[in-house]
C-alpha cells in the first residue's frame, strides 16, 4: 500500500500534525515515524510551531522569551497567527504541494487549545486567523499525545535540564489539567482527523500506535488526492 502510494502519479502529500501537552513525546513520536516513512521511500520532512520557517523561527523565540505575554492574549495569539502564516505559505503547502509528507510538531489545535480555551480568545477571532493563515489547509490525521500532566510536566523538566522552563512550561499544574481538557474536547469534536494516544507508555508502545492510527486513517483509508493549486 506504501509503495502504491509513493509511485502514484501526482499526488498531494499528506499533512499529519502531532498535539499534546508539554512533555507528551511529540517530538520523539515524529522523529520515529518520519524515518518509517521515509525508508518507505515516501518522501517526508519533519516541522515545527510556533517556527518551521525562517521567519516564524524569529516569531518563536520572541513568544517562547515570555515577551509576547507582556503584549496581552491577543496580541501574543496574532504573533503565532503570524508565525503559522509564514510557515504554511513558505514550506507547508509548497511541500504538499510536490508531494511531499509533512509531519508538523504543533498547529492551529495549539492555538485552540492554549490561546483560546485557556486564553479566552473568542472563538471568531481564531476562526478569522484560521481563514487568513490555512485557509482550507487541514491535516490529514491529527495525532494526540495525551499523558497525565505531572508525567509530562516531569519529562519536560528532566528534557531541560537545568534551564529555565519556557512561557508556557511555566504555567501551573491547573492550566495543564485544563489544556489537556482541552485537547480532549478537540478530539471529540473531529473525530475523523484526530486519534488520541495513550503517551504514558513507552516510547515502542506509543510508536506502533501511532504507526496503527497512521496505517488505517491515512495510508488505507485515504485515496490519493490530486495536487491543486489555489
Ligand atoms: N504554543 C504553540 C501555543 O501556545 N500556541 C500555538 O499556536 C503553538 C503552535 C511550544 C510552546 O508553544 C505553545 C505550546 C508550547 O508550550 P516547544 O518548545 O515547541 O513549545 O515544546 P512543546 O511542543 O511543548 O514540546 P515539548 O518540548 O514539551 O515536548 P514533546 O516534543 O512533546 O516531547 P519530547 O519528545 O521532547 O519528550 C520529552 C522528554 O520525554 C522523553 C524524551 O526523551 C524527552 O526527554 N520521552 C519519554 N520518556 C518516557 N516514555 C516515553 N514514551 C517518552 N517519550 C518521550
Known sequence: ???AAANAGPVRGRFITF???EGSGKSTQIKILAERLNAAKLHTIVTREPGGSPG???IRH???SGMGKLLGTDAETLLFAAARDDHVHTVIKPALEQG???LC???ADS???YQGRLGNVLPGVLNAMERVTIGDLKPDLTVILDIPVEIGMQRAAARRGGCAPDRFEAEDVAFHRQLRDAYRDIAASDPQRCVVIDANADVATVAAAVWTALRDRVLTANPAKEVTRA
Open 62 to 64: 520572541l513568544v517562547l
Open 19 to 21: 498535539e499534546g501537552g
Open 56 to 58: 516564524a523561527e524569529i
Open 105 to 107: 510538531d504543533r498547529f
Open 111 to 113: 492555538t485552540r487549545a
Open 100 to 102: 511531499v509528507w509533512v
Open 1 to 3: 500500500m506504501i509503495e
